[in-house]
């Protein structure tokens, strides 16, 4: 006879806010069981009792068969004493319990369902074309939260109670909607309206025609308002541009579906699935020739970022247009993505002639994330919406909870406790009141929502980053100042679940170094617990400091003197300057030391007359890996010498590239050269270092590793060097990932 027992079961991970209540509840009263499910600050509990047998068909199909979006990292059973028959047949959904500290997770913004999206486009359903639909398996859920357990209180549908239609669905354990904390409908939900033209009987029509007579529109979204206009259109994307005071940056673009993304890029079956999959981030496509958007919107680049509708507002306006928009973030260059409806309104003024808005707020703003592929799998390039605030799951548990601070630029955030590390979303560069604004008040929203409460502080080294600063302005907790490119290493080895040691190699703009130089063409002997420094470009210096990141040429005149050659037609461009900046290359307070490797490429760039000045960070470098063939095999000679540490000499390619360049070779050929010479000179070193220090796995990171002719290249040479390599997935190469290997390096800090 099958024995009827009675087990507690405690379910953790990605639980709440994805359906599992009712499904747990629908499992349940499947195979006639009884007992109750609930939320609290853990997770998910709950009792089930009935025959041996059912219920351990309820324990094995909890784990697999749960809902799409629910991410489960722990189940355990406890069997308890039946009730002997005190207890009746029901299956029920408990309220929320108050209080606890809060472990449970939440999930990250989803895109429509196919279910939600069958709605959206039938005439006969009472969703038909609301702009907000939405069910347990999609839509809203980290920018809408205020606090955990996630229920409809504590989020920004709060204040739009439930019409009767609603509530049935809400408490139908049937429906898709049962527990579905943001459902709505036209009758009790969010609506839009058109704000800056003539008022619109239908604000989504309204805004269509705007869009076609080129007008620039501020749209709402998930995490903060975007600015759009009709990719096609030259004198659109151009003003966007001017009014935005985004000189030279791509626009990311929105297509309806994947058949309009290939008539734009390469799609693969990788980016596809990218592209379609719930998270929708900005997909970086390799770009078809005459593909038909204008010049504007991605000039000079072979490279398109492309998405797809991530809302049903999205899909209804992609529908309606019947072509691509540019989709940007709605803020001035350098400000964070404006996510506040008065704040949108004053500050996008000047950019929008109209704001297409809706009175659902959002509460963390959020902007898009950016990945590419590369090996088959994906490589984020910025970690946003749709990736944050699901963790991080570290190897070793973090002793105690921690705090990391991140960079200055690309900055994110970090709070880790148990084994989960909980990356911020992009907050962007630290530089002005705006941003610093965000990041202290994402801090903060984490904090709560996660009852963490660091007992260790971790921050860069360079004594002048706000987030320096804000990390030293902290008390309460051990603080513990982590070195730039040791983070970066640390970050790789935790992204690939690993704990070293490893030739950590670290090729970056700058990072401040514990001799205080400016480091970032490193190799490290790295894990997480220290680091030493092996080897690295051998330092030049920047003339006029930070002046010379702005203005590439600099870099190219410092490392035109290193090397003892001249670049006639640099020097004539610059012929007013020239000779103060050879002055102030040769030595003196003005021109501290640097061996950053994007220094070497920003001088590269400037000697074959790619860009002198730039206009976002970066941009040299990244149009330099633009002009070089990809067909070109040639190479030039690397030098290593001394010793403790190696190196490598960056003005011997320097010099290589003039002698090309003075013989008339073309520049695409040269710019090639010297990309395949960086990775010989990377392979090299790491060769004799293997041979100094028996490690045979190197770890790839550093914003220059964003450059995938190098990293390709990297990669290649290096396995077949015999050598294991990491590259970066789940967190940025970028100081994006950054604040992941403070975390985990303050984790392995002795306590004081």
């Given at each position: 006879?099958n ?9 953790e ?25 609930g939320?609290d600050?853990?997770g998910v ?23 799409p979006?629910?991410v ?7 069997e308890l ?7 009746d ?18 999930s990250?913004d989803?895109a429509?369902c196919h ?8 005439p006969?359903?009472r ?5 907000f ?8 859920r980290?920018?809408?939260?205020r ?7 504590r ?7 439930m ?5 049935r669905?809400?408490h ?19 609506s839009l309206?058109?704000?800056g ?16 007579r080129?007008?620039?529109v ?7 308002y ?12 151009s003003a ?5 005071h985004?000189?030279?940056?791509p626009f990311?673009?929105m297509?309806?579906g994947?058949?309009?993304?290939r008539?734009?890029?390469e ?8 592209l ?10 390799p770009r ?28 209804l306006?992609l529908a ?26 004053t ?12 009175d ?9 994330s ?14 946003s919406?749709?990736y ?12 105690r ?21 909980f ?9 002005n ?5 965000s ?14 409460t ?16 804000y990390?030293l302005d902290?008390t309460?907790?051990e ?15 935790a ?5 070293g ?6 090729f ?10 400016l480091w ?10 220290g680091?030493?420094?092996l080897a690295?470009l051998?330092p ?20 035109l003197?290193?090397a ?20 102030l290359?040769?030595?003196?307070t003005q ?12 001088a ?12 976002y ?9 633009q ?11 690397v ?5 403790d ?6 003005a ?9 360049q003075?013989a008339?070779v073309?520049?695409p ?7 395949r ?24 990171s ?8 190098l ?11 015999g050598?294991?390599?990491l ?12 604040s ?6 303050a984790?392995?800090e002795?306590?004081a």
């Amino acid at each position: 006879m099958n024995q009827r027992v009675r087990v507690a079961v405690r379910v953790e991970g990605i639980v709440q806010g994805v359906g599992f209540r009712p499904f747990v509840h629908g499992l349940a009263r499947s195979l006639g069981l009884s007992g109750h499910v609930g939320n609290d600050t853990a997770g998910v509990f709950a009792e089930v009792e009935g025959e041996r047998d059912a219920v351990e068909v309820f324990l094995t199909a909890t784990r697999s068969q749960c809902p799409p979006l629910a991410v489960i990292e722990s189940l355990t059973a406890t069997e308890l004493p039946p009730l002997d028959g005190t207890s009746d047949d029901e299956f029920v959904i408990l309220p929320s319990p108050p209080g606890g500290e809060a472990n449970t997770l939440v999930s990250a913004d989803s895109a429509p369902c196919h279910a939600c999206l069958a709605e959206l486009a039938d005439p006969a359903d009472r969703r038909y074309r609301y702009p907000f639909v939405n069910c347990t398996h999609c839509g809203p859920r980290f920018t809408i939260v205020r606090g955990v357990p996630y229920d409809r209180p504590r989020t920004t549908m709060a204040p739009f109670p439930m019409c009767g239609d609603c509530a049935r669905e809400y408490h139908d354990p049937a429906n898709r909607r049962f527990h579905a904390q943001p459902v709505c409908c036209p009758a009790c939900g969010p609506s839009l309206r058109l704000i800056g033209t003539s008022p619109a009987a239908d604000p989504l029509s309204a805004t269509v025609d705007l869009l076609r007579r080129g007008r620039i529109v501020a749209i709402k979204g998930l995490g903060g308002y975007h600015l759009a206009c009709d990719a096609a259109d030259e004198a659109a994307t151009s003003a966007l541009r001017d009014r935005k005071h985004r000189e030279d940056k791509p626009f990311a673009v929105m297509v309806s579906g994947v058949d309009d993304a290939r008539k734009l890029c390469e799609v693969d079956s990788c980016a596809a699935d990218l592209l379609t999959g719930r998270r929708r981030p900005i997909v970086l496509l390799p770009r078809r020739p005459g593909a038909p958007v204008a010049a504007a919107v991605a000039p000079g680049n072979r490279q398109l970022g492309v998405m797809l509708p991530y809302t049903p507002l999205h899909h209804l306006l992609l529908a309606d247009f019947g072509r691509a928009i540019v989709l940007t973030s709605g803020n001035i260059s350098d400000e964070p993505i404006v996510h506040l409806d008065t704040e949108a309104l004053t500050r996008l003024s000047g950019i929008a002639d109209a704001f297409l808005t809706h009175d659902r707020a959002i509460h963390v703003r959020t902007d898009d994330s950016v990945v590419r592929t590369f090996g088959g799998r994906e490589q984020l390039v910025r970690r946003s919406r749709g990736y944050v605030p699901e963790p991080i799951t570290v190897r070793t548990p973090f002793p105690r909870p921690v705090l990391a601070c991140g960079a200055e630029l690309k900055n994110t955030f970090c709070l880790a406790k148990n084994r989960h590390a909980f990356v911020s979303h992009h907050i962007g560069d630290l530089e002005n009141y705006e941003t610093l604004r965000s990041y202290t008040e994402g801090i903060e929203h984490f904090r709560r929502l996660f009852d963490i409460t660091p007992r260790v502080v971790a921050h860069d080294l360079h004594p002048e980053y706000l987030s320096t600063k804000y990390a030293l302005d902290r008390t309460g907790a051990e603080l513990v100042g982590v070195q730039h490119h040791h983070a970066h290493i640390a970050s790789c080895l935790a992204d690939n679940g690993e704990a070293g040691p490893v030739l950590g190699v670290a090729f970056d703009g700058l990072g401040y170094g514990t001799d205080g130089t400016l480091w970032g063409g490193e190799i490290l002997l790295a894990d997480f617990t220290g680091f030493r420094r092996l080897a690295h470009l051998e330092p030049v210096p920047m003339p006029g400091g930070t002046a010379a990141i702005r203005r590439p040429w600099r870099m190219a005149a410092a490392y035109l003197t290193a090397a003892g050659v001249s670049a006639p037609a640099l020097r004539e461009r610059h012929a007013a300057e020239w000779q103060a900046v050879v002055s102030l290359a040769r030595g003196g307070t003005q021109a501290p030391l640097t061996s950053s490797a994007g220094r070497l490429f920003d001088a590269v760039a400037a000697i074959l007359g790619v860009r002198d000045e730039i206009g976002y960070e970066g941009q040299a470098a990244i149009e330099l890996e633009q002009l070089a063939d990809p067909l070109e095999r040639g190479t030039y000679p690397v030098r290593l010498h001394g010793e403790d540490p190696i190196l490598l000499s960056g003005a011997d390619l320097v010099r290589s590239v003039v002698d090309d360049q003075a013989a008339g070779v073309p520049a695409p050929l040269v710019a090639a050269r010297f990309h395949r010479s960086v990775v010989r000179l990377i392979t090299e070193a790491c060769k004799a270092l293997r041979e100094a220090t028996g490690v045979g796995t190197v770890a790839l990171s550093g914003g220059v590793f964003q450059n995938l002719l190098l990293l390709r290249g990297s990669v290649e040479a290096l396995t077949e060097a015999g050598f294991r390599v990491l590259t970066h997935s789940r967190v940025p190469c970028n100081d994006g990932g950054l604040s992941l290997g403070q975390a985990v390096i303050a984790a392995h800090e002795p306590r004081a």
